[in-house]
């Protein structure tokens, strides 16, 4: 055990950070061969590989926007510069096509967002309490069976 006033080794502070829950030692190990993947294009363009890329770079865009403090403060932290500058990464062209390409169809080609949302509801679902959840639909019953009749109404406006 560490007492508080130890400093802590560096093996120790390696082995035990974590970047947005992934130890500092296996993002590593994944950010090296795709960081180079990417340098070198031997990576190819499957999902994957994809992934891999956004992954990566969301990770270490996410973590130098927390460590910012203007940016943290004033831009909206690491949230925005991991949608930012991987943006900025290709209207400079510092990406290469074929990746950008494939991230591309990977979002608008097979519908990744639309899997994402409906996954992101169906969880928000089944998260709810299951008192609440018995309650709500009685209570929306009214406004959802007279909707039949008044949607006419709307559609004329």
């Known amino acids: 055990m560490v007492d508080v006033g130890e400093e802590k080794s560096l093996s120790y502070r390696f082995f035990h950070y974590e970047l947005s829950g992934v130890p500092v030692y296996l993002f590593i190990g994944l950010a090296v061969p795709v960081i180079l993947g990417i340098y070198t294009q031997s990576l190819t ?89 018995c309650l709500k639909p009685w209570r929306a019953a009214a406004p959802y069976s007279s909707e039949p009749f008044f949607a006419p109404a709307y559609l004329e406006l």
């Open 45 to 133: 363009k499957d999902m994957l590989s994809t992934l891999a890329i956004l992954f990566v770079l969301g990770m270490i865009f996410m973590e130098v926007g927390k460590r910012l403090p203007i940016w943290n403060n004033w831009f909206g932290g690491g949230s925005m510069m991991a949608i930012m500058f991987p943006s900025f990464m290709v209207f400079m062209k510092w990406l290469p096509q074929k990746y950008v390409e494939s991230i591309t169809t990977f979002y608008d080609g097979i519908g990744f967002l639309q899997l994402y949302v409906g996954l992101l509801m169906v969880g928000g679902l089944l998260s709810v309490d299951k008192d609440t959840s």
